[in-house]
């Protein structure tokens, strides 16, 4: 049990993710919280517009 992964323990890792410049990691962050604040509910966010998603404006 000594050695399961804690929240808020450092883990080392080498992904895509984890070498991208912390700047990029944060816009998109930004940018992912603000399209889900515009989507309105959870059916907006697929990929494909619907109705709905068209017409409603952020």
Do not use: E, Q
Not at 22 to 37: D, H, N, Q, S, W
Not at 46 to 52: D, F, G, K, L, N
């Amino acid at each position: 049990m000594g050695n399961d992964a804690l929240f808020g323990r450092y883990w080392a890792a080498d992904s895509f993710v984890h070498r991208l410049d912390p700047r990029t990691k944060l816009i998109g962050t930004i940018a992912l919280v603000v399209i889900m604040f515009c989507a309105g509910n959870f059916w907006a966010l697929r990929c494909a517009p619907s109705r709905r998603s068209l017409s409603s404006s952020c």
